[in-house]
């Protein structure tokens, strides 16, 4: 099966806490991305990474940071510099030379203690 | 003001009937225009695609874009309980820009 495998489903952050989220594709897509989704609020787009070693800032960007090591994979780590985590986290990918649809995983549901 | 301004709902109509979905938008410069359906607690998975103004149809959906309005409409015939979802209106500057700008999401309830 293709598609994109977000890792954990739920995942709970102590206070002053990093905290790690995964996410691999195995579509052979070149571009990845993290959205947050807020309750009443559009997705905002944190990071993006178009090839391996290279990402760049999204939007809200604050307090998060990514690596892009392999094609595969791109995880984002929820620093304790980011003041307000609680949210629905949405990675996606897609390809950069077929066409341009967003590929979405099922999601990362981040609460804090 | 947001740049993309979509009504919540929540909107529940009966089975079977015609659904009409709709975004504002305020910067000119957007020309690609999504559709996105998002069953509660999964990814958003994308419905249509369109460029500049003008219709698209793609079975029971078609999604309208007016640009002279700054408006964008997603229209749903013959709904059925499996269209319960969240409806998430998106548009990209240009292409290849990695920007989305979406709507907060419309949530829609098809009533058997």
Same mark, same amino acid.
């Given at each position: 099966d293709g598609g994109i495998i977000q890792s954990p489903k739920y995942l709970f952050r102590k206070e002053g806490q990093n905290v790690t989220l995964s996410c691999e594709q195995n +579509? &052979?897509?070149d571009a990845m991305y993290w959205y947050r989704q807020d309750p009443g609020q559009g997705l905002r787009l944190i990071y993006y990474s178009q090839i391996v070693n290279d990402f760049q800032k999204g939007d809200i960007a604050e307090g998060y940071s990514v690596s892009r090591e392999k094609k595969e994979s791109f995880p984002l780590t929820v620093t304790s @510099? #980011?003041?307000?985590?609680?949210a629905f986290y949405l990675c996606a990918s897609k390809s950069t030379t077929t066409n341009e649809k967003l590929f979405f995983g099922s999601g990362t549901q981040l609460s804090v203690l | 003001q947001k740049e993309v301004e979509q009504d919540p709902g929540p909107l529940s109509v009966p089975e079977g009937a015609i659904v009409s979905l709709n975004c504002t938008y305020s &910067? /000119? @410069? *957007? #020309?690609y225009f999504m559709w996105y359906r998002q069953y509660s607690r999964k990814g958003p998975e994308l419905l249509m695609y369109t460029y500049s103004s003008g219709n698209k149809e793609d079975g029971r959906f078609t999604a309208q874009v007016d640009k002279s309005s700054k408006y964008i409409s997603l229209f749903i015939r013959d /709904?059925?309980? /499996? =269209? /319960?979802a969240t409806y998430l209106c998106a548009m990209r +500057? =240009? *292409?290849? &820009?990695e920007k989305l700008t979406f709507g907060t999401g419309t949530r829609l309830t098809i009533i058997p």
């Open positions: +579509l &052979n897509h @510099a #980011q003041k307000n985590p609680t | &910067n /000119s @410069a *957007f #020309q /709904s059925q309980p /499996s =269209d /319960s +500057l =240009d *292409f290849g &820009n």
